[in-house]
Structures are given as C-alpha cells and as structure tokens.
C-alpha cells in the first residue's frame, strides 16, 4: 500500500506477443497483490491475485510474479489478442491492518490485430 | 447473486450544489468502498464501511462524506460542488473489506458545470 507505481503507462504490442506489467510498492507490510482490468466504459474486476507466500500464480494467459524482496510484483499476459485491450491496476494492500486499496496509475494495454 | 448498483449513473450538477450517491452492495457484502476515477488521477480511494462504521479515509477534503446503513448500502455525499468534482465515482463491494476480493459497481458518472 502508501506509494504505488506502475510502469509503463501505456504498452502497445502486436496479437500473439506478451505483455508485462510492472508494480513497485513501498509498503513493506503488504501481503496480498490483485491485479483488476477495465475495460472502456466498464467498471474494474479483479483478474488475478496473489498472496505474499506464493512467488508465482497462473491462470491460463495470465499470471502474477512476485518479488517481496524488491517490493514488486507483475502481471504477465502471454499469447495477447484484441479482447485483452484495457487499462490495467495493480493494488497491493496489507491484509493485517488496512482496508485501504491504493490503486497504482494503470496501464493503457493496447493489443494491434 | 445480483451484483453491486449504484444510482444514479448519470448526474449533471452546478457548482455550489451539493449531490448524494447510492451504492447497494452484493448480499452478504458488509465493505463498501467509495473511489473517485479522473483520466489524470487514476482510481482514488475516498472511504471505507464496514458495519456502519468508516475504517478508513482517503485524502479528500471534508466537502465528501459517506455513510453505511444496518442493510449495507451506502452513500456519499459532496457539499458544495467545485468543478473539478467531475468524474466517474465507484463503489466497490467485499465480504469484509482489506484483501477479499473487491467487486465494482457501474459508476455513477458526476458532471458539474
């Protein structure tokens, strides 16, 4: 939680490439790392999540690696087709004592056919 | 389960006025969290409920307030509208707030003239 960022802001690849999206986080005390897409005109839902002892999860296309040392964690998205062009937050909270999601800047993904 | 509502979806206001927005959660929800999405600041938080009781605050003046009933819906309320209160204000729901998973509302889109 605290200071959130996310690198890049905008990401334009071609169907079939990946795409990799990066959240750094200063709150050493977080422990759980969701990721929530939103696409245009709708509202954000929760993609992908990840608690603080696994180091990596998948779900099909996507998946989430984390990185506690570092403070980082990051959405990978393999095999990209047009349907996963979105603005993409990360929101990294600390489940023991916060119930405040501090949403990172988001990141334009835009997958050219 | 019929997911999160918010009302109205569109409102157009004047500076000055003050305006109240509805938020009814998914059933057996009891957080609902209140979020402010401009294009240049991302997804903000405003406030936290649970029980009725605000566990936490973002950092916006005291003209935004909230408030949660025994059901769990929940409203928020801005006093004396500035121009730059336009955006699109989210409600997000979740068993009990901090790391279960938060589910969006469709938005409540704020126009002030």
């Known amino acids: 939680g605290e200071n959130v960022e996310q690198h890049p802001s905008t990401l334009s690849v071609q169907e079939g490439d990946s795409a990799v999206i990066k959240c750094t986080y200063s709150d050493s005390a977080s422990n759980y790392f969701p990721w929530y897409k939103q696409e245009l005109g709708k509202r954000p839902q929760l993609i992908i999540d990840?608690?603080?002892?696994?180091g990596e999860k998948k779900d099909q296309r996507i998946a989430v690696t984390l990185n506690k040392t570092a403070k980082h964690f990051s959405l990978h998205i393999t095999e990209t087709q047009p349907e996963d062009s979105a603005v993409y937050f990360c929101?990294?909270?600390?489940?023991?004592?916060?119930?405040?999601?501090?949403f990172g800047s988001g990141t334009r993904l835009l997958v050219r056919p | 389960k019929a997911g999160v509502t918010q009302t109205p979806r569109y409102l157009i206001k004047t500076r000055g006025q003050q305006v109240t927005l509805s938020c009814s959660p998914i059933s057996g929800h009891r957080s609902v969290s209140w979020y402010q999405q401009t294009p240049g600041q991302g997804l903000q938080f405003l406030f936290e409920y649970f029980s009725e009781t605000q566990r936490n605050k973002g950092n916006f003046p005291g003209r935004f307030s909230g408030r949660q009933f025994s059901n769990s819906r929940s409203e928020m309320n801005v006093s004396t509208l500035e121009l730059g209160d336009s955006a699109l204000y989210l409600c997000a729901s979740s068993l009990s707030g901090g790391a279960d998973t938060q589910y969006f509302g469709p938005g409540t889109r704020l126009t002030v003239l």
């Open positions: 929101a990294p909270i600390s489940m023991d004592s916060s119930y405040k999601l501090i």
């Open positions: 990840i608690r603080s002892n696994v």
